[in-house]
């Protein structure tokens, strides 16, 4: 696990985690996309880093742009919704900063599923 200061702490995945997303919000117009592909690298109980070969309208966007993603980390069902906050353009690829908006409900489940994955790449590490 990596830690970084002003949150409880980051988790990185050694290998990028799949996930779905959907645009749901942009500034105050709501809307429903379709779902898209992306790759989670990291996580917290408060953001997520993202990454996808789609262009999202963040530069565009009159106010904030809220997505919803779903993924599952070992076999929980996980689906949290967050504002996009940061972008970074690579070559074919986009990099995503999510702050989530997640109750204490879902936080508590959320790190639960972290430590349950963290906890087994360590004994699949340490059983080789």
Known sequence: MRFKRQEPF??????????TFRITRIGEREVETDKGAAEIHDISPRGIRMETALNLPIDSAKGELEVELQFTIVDQPINVRGIVIWKKTYVNEFQYGL??????QEEIQLIGEIKR????????????
């Open 10 to 19: 980051r988790y990185q995945f050694g290998q990028p985690l799949p996930c």
């Open 117 to 128: 994955h963290a906890a087994m790449y360590a004994w699949k590490k340490g059983s080789k």
């Open 99 to 104: 702050s989530l908006e997640i109750s204490k």
